[in-house]
């Protein structure tokens, strides 16, 4: 079984968006024995935001409510993927990549932003997605 966890500031809106695209894509793509989960370095207890809600919703991903999750413990079973290098640096772990790495470019936060930059922001996540599952196919 692989283990994935996406991780961002606040598990609001980046890290829970790019777990929900990626489990509907592996769905779509009928790979069953990826597990994905979201968390955030500072993560509080708050709900997914309305405009990630509504941009899974048009991405045809569960857009279903759920409260943020604080990252804990690394476990080095687990792949994390980051947002930005920062967040990657304070992870500081080798089985951690960033956006950076696979896209050559950070996803930026979309907290407080309009839904086009949410949209926007899905996008480019999912365009890493699609990165993450080709290298899945090649380790299997």
Not at 51 to 65: E, V
Not at 105 to 114: F, L, N, R, V
């Amino acid at each position: 079984m692989t283990k994935i966890c996406f991780v961002c500031t606040g598990n609001t809106c980046r890290s829970i968006m790019a777990e929900r695209l990626m489990k509907k894509m592996l769905k779509d793509r009928k790979i069953e024995d990826v597990k994905v989960s979201s968390r955030g370095l500072n993560a509080n207890g708050e709900n997914i935001t309305d405009n990630a809600k509504q941009t899974l919703k048009a991405f045809g991903a569960s857009s279903s409510n759920r409260k943020s999750v604080k990252l804990g413990k690394i476990d080095k079973n687990t792949t994390y993927v980051t947002m930005t290098e920062v967040q990657k640096n304070y992870l500081n772990s080798e089985n951690v990549i960033s956006y950076k790495e696979l896209l050559g470019y950070e996803i930026i936060d979309p907290y407080g932003q309009s839904l086009d930059v949410y949209k926007k922001c899905a996008k480019d996540i999912m365009q890493g997605i699609k990165i993450l599952i080709e290298k899945l196919e090649l380790w299997r």
